[in-house]
């Protein structure tokens, strides 16, 4: 049976609710899940005085309902299991996750899948900056796993990210790519000025309407239909995201960069007819 949580929606002040996964609830009864520890502002609470609680966790299937934008960490540092939220959920969600399923049902805040290494992060709509990225400080971004993300994103998604998978439906902000050390971001609409920068090794799809200029430390190298195109699109075709199925007979413009860094990367946008 489905542990399922209700926001009380009592407050504006932040809620952080870091830990509180699938992989600790899923042997507690309700009353252990209800005196969980969570942060109200700089007030610790138990989950109780913020959310209703039915259900239980034995399947490790969490759902969340309500608004949830001003309640940060959901599934964060979660193993395994399934999360669902019924509406926008706050930032950090499943920062550094190491597995399992996480869907938002709306849009997700800042830092959405930070520093994450195994897992699937679904965001039905928007996302804000920074989603895969690496905390401030950190050597490393994201080690692995998949983000994407349907509606639009922000800036620096991807920074100094290692592996893995992040698709972004819609809009990207400014940086995409920023630092990247390997690992590979689609953005299927417009995206932000100095994609790639820094880049050492990794693959950035740029496929909007607009080609966005790259930096002068990238050099062209061919155009043609590449094969591992062809592939990475029929896998997000395979998961559900939405893709334009005209992509698939495209011809596509390769550069490689960043030069000022390591300059493996790969950098496609999709030809002019």
Same mark, same amino acid.
């Given at each position: ?7 009380k ?16 609830a &899923? #042997? $507690? ?5 209800? %005196? ?6 700089? %007030?610790q ?7 209703s ?7 490790k299937? &969490? ?5 949830l ?24 969600? =499943? ?16 830092w ?5 290494? $195994? ?17 401030r400080?950190?050597? $490393? ?19 100094? /990210? ?17 630092? /990247? ?10 995206? =932000? ?14 496929? =909007?309407p ?19 195109l062809?592939v ?8 559900? &995201? ?9 011809? &596509?413009?390769?550069?490689?960069? #960043? ?15």
């Open positions: 049976m489905t542990l399922k949580l209700v926001y929606e009592l407050t504006t002040v932040p809620v952080e609710i870091e830990d509180f996964t699938p992989d600790w &899923f #042997d $507690k009864s309700i009353a252990d899940i209800e %005196r969980f520890e969570v942060f109200h502002g700089n %007030r609470c138990t989950l109780a005085d913020l959310f609680i039915t259900g239980d966790a034995s399947d299937h &969490f759902v969340f309902e309500g608004n934008a001003g309640v940060h960490w959901i599934g964060a540092h979660m193993r395994s299991g399934n999360i669902i939220v019924h509406g926008p959920a706050g930032r950090h969600l =499943g920062s550094q996750m190491a597995g399992g399923e996480i869907t938002v049902l709306g849009d997700a805040g800042g959405a899948g930070a520093e994450m290494r $195994k897992g699937i992060i679904r965001i039905k709509g928007n996302a804000g900056h920074l989603v895969g990225a690496a905390y400080g950190s050597a $490393k971004g994201m080690l692995g796993g998949t983000i994407l993300v349907e509606g639009n994103a922000g800036n620096e998604i991807g920074l100094t /990210m290692r592996r893995g998978l992040i698709a972004i439906g819609g809009a990207a902000g400014d940086l995409v790519g920023f630092n /990247m050390i390997a690992g590979t971001v689609v953005v299927m609409g417009q995206c =932000g000025i100095r994609p790639g920068a820094g880049m050492r090794r990794g693959t950035l799809a740029l496929l =909007g607009i080609r966005v200029p790259l930096l002068p430390s990238f050099r062209y190298a061919a155009r043609y239909r590449p094969q591992v062809s990475l699109l029929r896998i997000l075709i395979d998961q559900g &995201f939405p893709v334009d199925q005209s992509l698939l007979k495209c011809e &596509f413009e390769l550069f490689h960069g #960043d030069l000022v860094s390591l300059g493996r990367g790969e950098v496609f946008f999709k030809s002019a007819a």
